[in-house]
């Protein structure tokens, strides 16, 4: 009888708490609005990225608050803080009464979720390829009433977007170099073919050793580094060592191509080749030259 | 001193600590100015928090108390039987789904009322719950369950996971009114109804025999209390993750101030422990800001302190 | 009249067949000691008559009610029991452990009254422990604090009180003090009792009636003179004895005769 009762009660308080949940959440997309863009926005950007492709759209006095991670352009230091990019205080955010706050998706999540709990307007850009991105930067473009710069933005990239993939397609195929890209040494890291990196790579005219797993972000075994044999390798962290020095102590490795030829990088700016956001056509110019120098 | 006195003390405490959450915040806004208009978002999310904490706090304090009187284990607090890591495996698996969005609270809760439904059948001989079978299948379902979540945080990384570290370490970030309500409501109930078995919680507390020798059908209310207990913290531990420390510490701090007869231990631990997470939440948002620190490694902080020099002054007045 | 009957009861611990074919009667106002070697099944046939553990067959009938029937909280509202030592993890004081007493008379959500807080005064002092009211439970001695579990055992007012060898625990002047309090409750308040015990000689003093256990049945049962022959104790002990007579009650008095000289 008492076991009944149980089964009873659970059931009831599973089906009243699914319900109250499906009702509670709002679906939350981008804001398509036929309303009206405010005289004085105020907008708030979560991710350094999205923080430059503001900027870059022309945005400044309305930018109110910024993650305490973006720091390009350099404006953008001078910009109220509302916490880190993992850890974006809410309080802070509202109390800056935005018009609209964009965020990215993943570690973020929590963050919008709150945030579209309470009734904010979150703009959520997560793009994984070049054309995403592009399609982000004509989202934003749109809701900020900066149409013309977008366009303007997406021209420029598309230019040099253009002018790269000129210089790879005369490469041919036998002379694309296989290289690996590091995005962290302890434990060993690298992206797969999800990943925003990897398109930028093989628009450089790279091969990705890891290309065959799904995985944006993996530990990779640094025997399989050995195994693949890059050509090059190229480091996405800043580390004030001499790339060459430590990675020959790594075992086994002084065997790898990359090694034995000294193809070991460290000096392109992370920012640049990590952030889905305008300088990523730099990152791709730089990326292409580093490998086709 | 009178209980019923102390017990105002104690009340005094928590609304002079809600008066202190309202006003403090990664934003000064003075009292006065919260009421504009123009702060009422503010003071929503501060009022949002505030009775989170309260309700956590409560919660947690309660459900402590009972298992800590049918375990006859001081060392007992509600995460014992599976409860956290429960929920926590729930979590990281609706994370990987992705369907964390929407449906992270109901796959922990689910999560939890599973692993405690497992540690209630390995321990279970034949119609009895031996104390100590209890405590041992809690701790391994506890370990099991958290060694898989590990595992699959180590093997699939998935960046949305670091978000995890936040719900471990608990976070009275939830601004979901219709749904803090339902918890609100099961907590509150599951703690008066916690509360009506305070005579059999006295009894119980002496002994499993003794409490059968004062008329009190120990079984049936070993399995109701946990039934209510696990309801409880399941819930709160849905919505706001893992705040550890409060069901362990608060029963005893209470109980060093009222005694332990549990018709005034009950009441007066829901008051010491909402003080107490209302404190905690004032710390977490204020001292590092705007950066919040997780209200559990407050909770640990905070309360050790605390307990050992209300201990230190109690063994000094004997 | 009979107070307690106990009809063939098997019992035990799980499967596990401790008591067989038990059956004897208690009368109103007796005072019955049950005696056997370790292992005899002595503090089992306690737990059976408390509810405790429930019988495998048999019966046992409380004042013509079969106590298994009964609810819980009505039984114990008349059988009190007393265990052979209580370890308290939580430091209630003596006053609510007293006052715990009353549980079996409360509704659940029901306060203590005057009438309850009298009766629990009057325990105390019955069992001359009033002065450490104030006192937590875990700071009193192991005598103190067996005097004090009795009085929660008085505060329930019952008519039948069991004890599982209260006295093991006690130097000598603290056994005496306890059991004479349960002979005067027995004669002035016409308190029934029935007291497992492993001293002989406690036994035949104080003792209307005696069990003498072994392997689960009874032995023998009977006044003391009856059950406490050399024949017996030397079956059910396995050792050497002499029975004398105490020199003041003329009771029998068990001497203990060692092996070696």
Request: aromatic share 6%.
């Amino acid at each position: 009888m008492r076991k009944i009762n149980f089964i009873v009660a659970l059931g009831t308080g599973l089906l009243v708490f699914g319900v109250a949940l499906t009702r509670s959440v709002p679906a939350g997309t981008v804001p398509s609005q036929a309303g009206t863009i405010p005289v004085k926005p105020r907008y708030i950007s979560l991710a350094p990225a999205t923080t430059e492709i503001l900027f870059a759209l022309g945005l400044d006095e309305e930018i109110v608050g910024v993650s305490s991670f973006c720091n390009y352009p350099l404006k953008a230091k001078t910009k109220e803080k509302v916490g880190t990019f993992s850890q974006p205080n809410v309080e802070k955010i509202i109390s800056l009464k935005p018009d609209i706050i964009f965020c990215t998706g993943l570690e973020q999540t929590p963050v919008v979720n709150a945030l579209r709990q309470l009734n904010l307007k979150v703009y959520v850009s997560d793009p994984s390829n070049i054309k995403e991105l592009l399609n982000s930067i004509r989202d934003i473009g749109r809701l900020t009433g900066r149409e013309k710069e977008a366009d303007t933005l997406i021209n420029k990239m598309e230019q040099v977007l253009g002018q790269v993939n000129v210089k790879v397609k005369l490469i041919p195929p036998e002379k694309r170099l296989k290289v690996f890209i590091e995005i962290w040494h302890d434990p060993l890291m690298t992206v797969g073919k999800k990943s925003f990196v990897d398109e930028v790579l093989t628009l450089a005219g790279g091969i990705n050793i890891a290309a065959d797993t799904l995985q944006p972000y993996l530990y990779f075994s640094p025997e399989q580094v050995i195994k693949r044999n890059p050509d090059c390798i190229i480091q996405t962290y800043m580390s004030e060592n001499e790339p060459l020095k430590t990675i020959e102590k790594r075992l086994g490795w002084k065997e790898i191509s990359a090694v034995k030829h000294g193809r070991v990088y460290n000096d392109i700016n992370p920012d640049i080749l990590l952030r889905p956001g305008p300088r990523i056509v730099e990152g791709l110019q730089e990326l292409h030259k580093k490998l086709y120098p | 001193m009178k209980i019923s006195l102390k017990i105002s003390l104690l009340l005094i405490i928590l609304i002079v600590a809600i008066l202190l959450a309202i006003t403090k915040g990664s934003v000064d806004i003075p009292l006065a100015e919260l009421l504009l208009k123009e702060n009422w978002q503010v003071l929503y999310l501060r009022i949002l928090r505030i009775l989170v904490a309260i309700i956590a706090g409560s919660g947690l304090a309660v459900s402590g108390i009972a298992l800590q009187a049918i375990l006859r284990n001081p060392l007992a607090e509600p995460y014992l039987l599976g409860t956290s890591s429960g929920a926590g495996l729930g979590a990281v698996i609706a994370i990987i789904l992705g369907i964390s969005s929407i449906y992270l609270p109901l796959a922990a809760f689910l999560g939890a009322i599973l692993s405690i439904i497992l540690v209630y059948q390995l321990a279970k001989q034949g119609s009895r719950i031996p104390v100590q079978s209890l405590i041992l299948s809690g701790v391994i379902v506890s370990i099991a369950l958290s060694g898989i979540m590990v595992f699959l945080i180590s093997v699939s990384p998935n960046e949305a996971l670091h978000g995890i570290m936040w719900w471990l370490w608990g976070s009275l970030q939830f601004y979901d009114p219709k749904l803090l309500l339902l918890v609100g409501m099961v907590v509150a109930l599951g703690t008066f109804a916690i509360f009506i078995f305070s005579q059999d919680l006295n009894a119980i507390s002496i002994g499993d025999e003794e409490a059968i020798h004062l008329g009190i059908n120990t079984e049936t209310i070993k399995k109701i209390l946990f039934f209510i207990t696990s309801l409880i913290t399941a819930g709160i531990v849905s919505i706001c993750g893992v705040i550890g420390f409060v069901g362990l510490i608060i029963p005893h701090l209470t109980r060093l101030i009222v005694g332990p007869n549990h018709k005034t231990l009950i009441p007066a631990s829901c008051v010491c422990a909402a003080a107490f997470m209302v404190i905690c939440d004032i710390f977490s948002r204020t001292l590092f800001t705007p950066l919040e620190i997780p209200i559990g490694i407050i909770t640990a902080f905070l309360g050790a302190p605390v307990f050992i020099i209300l201990l230190k002054i109690k063994q000094a007045v004997k | 009249m009979d107070l307690l009957k106990v009809d063939n009861l098997c019992g035990g611990y799980g499967k596990e067949t401790v008591i067989r074919d038990v059956s004897f009667k208690i009368e109103e106002g007796g005072f019955l000691g049950i005696i056997g070697p370790n292992g005899s099944g002595k503090s089992t046939l306690l737990r059976l008559m408390s509810r405790v553990l429930i019988p495998q067959t048999g019966k046992i009938i409380l004042e013509d009610t079969d106590i298994a029937r009964m609810h819980l909280k009505d039984f114990c509202k008349k059988v009190a029991f007393v265990p052979q030592d209580t370890m308290i993890n939580f430091s209630f004081n003596v006053w609510e452990i007293a006052l715990l007493g009353r549980i079996p008379h409360l509704r659940r959500m029901q306060w203590e009254g005057r009438r309850d807080f009298s009766i629990a005064q009057n325990s105390l002092s019955l069992t001359d422990t009033l002065h450490l009211k104030d006192k937590p439970i875990d700071e009193v001695s192991a005598g103190e604090r067996q005097r004090v579990i009795i009085a929660k055992a008085l505060t329930q007012e019952p008519i039948l009180m069991l004890l599982d060898e209260p006295t093991s625990h006690l130097d000598i002047g603290h056994q005496i003090q306890v059991l004479n309090l349960l002979k005067r409750l027995n004669r002035q308040n016409n308190l029934t009792i029935v007291v497992v015990l492993h001293d002989l000689n406690l036994a035949s003093e104080y003792c209307q009636r005696i069990i003498l256990l072994n392997a689960g049945k009874i032995f023998k049962e009977g006044e003391p003179q009856e059950v406490l022959t050399y024949q017996n104790i030397e079956t059910v002990y396995k050792t050497v004895v002499v029975v004398n007579k105490n020199p003041i009650s003329f009771k029998p008095y068990v001497v203990l005769v060692s092996g070696e000289r």
